[in-house]
């Protein structure tokens, strides 16, 4: 669906892009994560033309956005992080002067608006000031703008940006009824949002990819090796370490606490290797009593703070 090789961005001597390639496949909900300043907007800007690349190429279907970016912008629909709304406008108003702009036949205009009210909640408030509306609301006619002209791809710069979490939550279901039909990109600082609304996710820092997948192969590939959690009694880590660190795939043995004749430990196995069943056999054999035991589980948060924590 869009193929982008070398994407590349200059502000003067600020590279704000460095040479990022991807393929987004159609149907895809594609979260695009990272810092402050790491190049998240810069990349929307560029993919909807709105931007010139200073290097690289973009391609949309057939279409490449240096030779037919009018056939590209009919494709996609476009949500800055600030809706750019007329204010003073009724929502039915202002949603019909959109319609006009993109063309829709008189004969549908009005079936389009009130399939798009639906679909954004937006049937309360048809008939107030833009103005007058809460930011959720706002985002909601942002969104129906963005779609009026049944884009094939959406793009969304920080849709739920200021919201609280209960239109955070009326976004995100609109957002998951829409990826039924599109293919959508997301820029977001919320990486729950991400996690629970997108099947891919793409890690920017510093202009560059640093990572590329779903939440469950992000994991597996950043991290150093499996995390399992370890609670014991009538043991002591002396003894805890001589007996585990024997197993082989086994990197380190950590007491997270300690008292009396109880041990938590973690250990840190290397990936790829599950050594769960040999762990517990050895317990098994000693005069331990197990406790707790568990693998850890990398969130989306931890996996980007691991990977942008120079920033």
């Known amino acids: 669906m ?9 502000y003067g001597d ?3 892009v460095d040479h990022i390639s991807l393929d987004i496949q159609r149907g895809e909900i594609l979260g695009l994560l990272g810092p402050n300043g790491a190049g998240k907007t810069t990349v929307l800007r560029m993919l909807t033309g709105y931007l010139r690349p200073t290097e690289g190429t973009i391609r949309v279907k057939d279409y490449a956005i240096d030779k037919n970016p009018l056939e590209i912008k009919r494709l996609i629909g476009y ?28 004969n549908r205009k009005f079936t389009k608006i009130r399939k798009l009210a639906e679909l954004c909640g937006l049937n309360e408030v048809m008939h107030q000031p833009i103005g007058e509306l809460s ?41 998951r009824r829409i990826g039924k039909e599109k293919t959508i990109i997301i820029s977001t600082h919320i990486l729950s949002e991400a996690e629970a609304a997108c099947n891919r996710v793409v ?26 959690t370890v609670a014991l009694q009538n043991a002591d880590l002396e003894a805890v370490e001589r007996e585990l660190y024997s197993i082989q795939g086994i990197e380190d043995i950590s007491a997270l606490d300690e008292q009396g004749d109880s041990l938590e430990v973690r250990i840190t196995c290397r990936y790829p290797e599950d050594l769960r069943g040999e762990i517990y056999k050895r317990i098994k054999q000693t ?7 568990h693998q850890e589980t990398r969130s989306l948060e931890t996996i980007f703070r691991s990977l942008t924590k120079e920033a």
Request: with cysteine; proline share 4%; hydrophobic share 40%.
């Open 14 to 16: 600020l590279c704000a």
């Open 287 to 293: 005069n331990w009593v197990l406790m707790e035991f």
């Open 79 to 106: 949500l800055p992080e600030s809706a750019p709304l007329y204010r003073d406008m009724l929502v039915y108003d202002y949603l019909g002067y959109v319609a006009d702009i993109r063309e829709i036949d008189k």
């Open 135 to 175: 930011k959720g609301y706002n985002q909601r006619v942002g969104l129906a703008h963005a779609m009026m002209n049944d884009p094939e791809i959406l793009i969304l710069d920080e849709p739920t940006s200021g919201l609280d979490p209960n239109q955070i939550a009326e976004i995100r279901e609109i957002i």
């Open 2 to 10: 869009i193929q982008v090789q070398g994407l590349t961005k200059y």
């Open 203 to 228: 890690i920017i820092n510093r202009g560059t990819i640093v990572a590329d997948g779903s939440t469950e192969t992000l994991g597996q590939s950043t991290s150093q090796g499996h995390l399992i």
